[in-house]
């Protein structure tokens, strides 16, 4: 199955998604995990995103997008990893997953979370947020400009403002 087939599988059939990125989480980890929450949302499904620290004051506008609360974990059956590639960042307990989907996106490689996961989507590129606009691509999925706002900053932080040469 290709990724974004297995992806809409796992959403259609979950009545709630929480899609958890790392602690101290930077530009590419929230505007990627917003970007795919409002992708669930364009393809009929709910989401939360949550975080186990509170965002750096320079995305603090975005702070009531992100939960602080893993009570959230416990109400998903679906768990998507964003642009983690250590499950030790979560905050989470691996016992938080036994009876949950998992599946992890990210652009990390060397990823060390697929233990956990059900279904990996790993693509070798700049950012986390540049896999996010490839499933709203294979998707059709329209990008409206708040959803490009997120992939814009996602893009923009984990290039070096497009310097670094990946």
Request: net charge negative; glycine share 6%; proline share 3%.
């Amino acid at each position: 199955m290709n990724r974004e087939a297995v992806l809409f599988k796992y959403i259609s059939q979950s009545k709630q998604t929480t899609i958890v990125i790392h602690a101290q989480p930077d530009g590419d980890a929230i505007g990627s995990s917003l970007a795919l929450k409002e992708l669930i949302r364009k393809l009929g499904g709910r989401a939360e995103v949550y975080c186990c620290d509170k965002l750096p004051t320079i995305y603090s506008s975005l702070g009531d997008a992100i939960s602080y609360s893993d009570t959230i974990i416990n109400k998903a059956d679906l768990i998507i990893f964003v642009d983690c590639p250590d499950f030790r960042l979560t905050g989470l307990n691996k016992y938080d997953l036994t009876t949950k989907k998992v599946v992890s996106i990210d652009h990390h490689v060397s990823s060390k979370i697929n233990k956990y996961t059900d279904a990996n989507i790993y693509l070798t590129k700049p950012s986390t947020a540049e896999i996010i606009w490839e499933l709203f691509k294979d998707f059709e999925l329209p990008i409206d400009h708040i959803v490009s706002d997120y992939l814009l900053m996602g893009i923009y932080t984990d290039t070096g403002g497009l310097v670094h040469s990946n």
